[in-house]
């Protein structure tokens, strides 16, 4: 086999954490930053696979509003709130939910965090399939339909096995030499910096480990193939968390019931709402825009942002906060973490990068034109 293509996508890898030569310094091509998308993982790797923006493919955050026939949570029924109640045993719960939803044909990653289990039935999850498979977009291809239908021999490496089985499983494919497009996906270094900051010694050290398994992985592959591609990336940035903020108590003095009322989802940088009647409408919005930290986004602006959703699937109104600063107490968790994404696409710490040993004509500047890059790598593979 003469070519081989090697796809690195590192969830969090942001420009700021692999703009230097430190990073990868066998690939050399220079290293610029790329937009991403409004959203969180759930919306920008729907993005980077299909070159569409959330509008198009469906995807901006985890939860979006359950339809009117009823979304996965629909056969849930108040007692499993109820059970947890009375029992205390609310992980307990969470993980009966989890395992339900599995046995129901879920196969695209989720998590409850700390949805409010009388809320769920309200509620949906946008990935359904594993985004990494073939036909989990109903309106468009991603690049794993690109693989398949060019009948190009390959192996995809998602978060559904640990870390080490995937390195392990990689270095097996790249010494067989069987497979002509590998594409590697990894969440691990997102989660450390959620965990302790971007700027922590161990997102250092991570980042180290990982240029040096990398370098392997490309060494082992120029020794078999006469050409190596290699793309290595990011879906997003991540941004040290300098500030929290409780819009729940900034709500919790309106004279209206959720979800009576309104509904309201938080996100760990997003506040998004829907509503019955008027007044309510206006006075969240009165309240929101009193608070400092954020703003709300308008339609114009999220069209702009290629996530204006007609149907309002994920709010009718979005409150997006400032870089560095965190809802706490929100949906996706009780306490504050280190670090975060999530923000405004043109937030400092929002881009990502591409390292690659490729001289590319242009080099993308948003996730679309990576997709479109990668696809011309599949292309050339197919060869």
């Not at 010694?201 to 980042?207: G, N």
Request: aromatic fraction near 12%.
């Amino acid at each position: 086999m003469s070519r081989q293509v090697l796809v690195f996508l590192i969830d969090a890898l942001g420009y700021e954490q692999a703009r230097d030569a430190e990073f990868l310094p066998s690939l050399a091509a220079p290293r610029a930053p790329i937009e991403t998308v409004l959203g969180y993982s759930s919306g920008c790797i729907p993005s980077l696979l299909t070159g569409a923006g959330p509008a198009r493919h469906g995807h901006l955050s985890m939860y979006r509003k359950a339809p009117t026939h009823g979304g996965v949570f629909s056969g849930i029924g108040p007692w499993v709130a109820a059970a947890a109640k009375m029992t205390g045993r609310h992980w307990t719960m969470r993980r009966w939910i989890s395992a339900y939803l599995r046995r129901r044909g879920i196969t695209g990653y989720f998590s409850l965090y700390d949805v409010p289990l009388p809320w769920l039935r309200y509620f949906d999850l946008c990935q359904r399939k594993n985004v990494y498979a073939p036909q989990a977009f109903s309106e468009m291809p991603g690049l794993p339909d690109v693989l398949q239908q060019h009948a190009i021999p390959h192996r995809i490496f998602d978060w559904t096995i640990s870390e080490e089985e995937a390195f392990a499983g990689l270095a097996a494919e790249i010494r067989d030499g069987n497979s002509r497009v590998l594409f590697f996906y990894r969440p691990d270094l997102d989660g450390l910096m959620h965990t302790v900051g971007p700027r922590d010694r161990r997102v250092k050290e991570k980042l180290d480990d990982y240029s040096r398994r990398i370098g392997e992985m490309i060494d082992t592959a120029r020794a078999r193939h006469r050409e190596v591609e290699v793309y290595v990336f990011g879906d997003h940035g991540m941004a040290e968390v300098e500030h929290t903020h409780d819009v729940w108590a900034a709500l919790r003095g309106l004279p209206f019931a959720v979800p009576g009322d309104y509904l309201y989802f938080l996100d760990s940088t997003m506040a998004r709402f829907w509503f019955r009647h008027d007044e309510a409408r206006r006075s969240v919005r009165r309240v929101l825009a009193e608070l400092p930290y954020g703003r709300i986004l308008e339609t114009r602006e999220l069209e702009d942002l290629n996530a204006f959703f007609p149907q309002q699937d994920y709010g009718e109104m979005i409150f997006l906060v400032e870089e560095g600063h965190l809802l706490v107490p929100s949906f996706m968790g009780l306490t504050p973490v280190r670090g975060m994404h999530g923000y405004h696409p043109l937030a400092a710490a929002s881009y990502t990068t591409l390292v690659t040993n490729q001289e590319l004509a242009h080099y993308p500047r948003n996730l679309f034109e990576l997709h479109d890059v990668l696809r011309a790598a599949f292309e050339r593979a197919a060869a």
